[in-house]
């Protein structure tokens, strides 16, 4: 849900990519309605694994709780992480993934300006340098 949240109006220059350690064969049932009543759609592709090259390539990297989960693989500690700690939406009735999704959708806004705010800083630093 958080990558087409994002993707929906990225700052210029982002792109979300979701991605899982133990990715689903396909995304749950209701997810694809949840994010329709949002005026949203679900990415085309199916839930993908995550990679190493995913992880370099990345300037910024959320989790959505599995830091503190025995699941969660040690080799992700060593990133910068910023880890959101949601339930599973999976798990919870409507209400709950109504719940999760909505916390999802504000914190990804939250995100968003903060990336554009990060990035016009960089630019004026960069423009001041310039002068």
């Known amino acids: 849900m958080a990558e087409a949240m994002f993707n929906a109006d990225p700052p210029p220059g982002w792109t979300a990519i979701s991605a899982g350690t133990s990715p689903a064969r396909e995304a749950h049932p209701r997810t694809g309605p949840m994010l329709r009543e949002i005026g949203l759609t679900q990415p085309a592709h199916t839930p993908q694994l995550l990679t190493k090259e995913m992880m370099d390539s990345s300037r910024v990297r959320v989790t959505m709780g599995c830091l503190d989960d025995a699941s969660c693989p040690v080799h992700l500690r060593g990133w910068e992480l910023r880890?959101?700690?949601?339930?599973?939406?999976?798990?919870?009735?409507?209400?709950?993934?109504?719940?999760?999704?909505?916390?999802?959708?504000?914190?990804?806004?939250?995100?968003?300006?903060?990336?554009?705010v990060s990035d016009r800083r960089v630019a004026d630093l960069h423009g001041s340098a310039a002068r």
Do not use: N, Q, Y
């Not at 880890?83 to 909505?102: E, Q, T």
């Not at 959708?105 to 903060?114: H, M, P, S």
């Open 83 to 116: 880890d959101w700690s949601l339930p599973d939406p999976a798990k919870l009735d409507d209400a709950g993934f109504r719940g999760v999704r909505d916390e999802i959708f504000a914190r990804v806004k939250k995100l968003r300006t903060e990336l554009i």
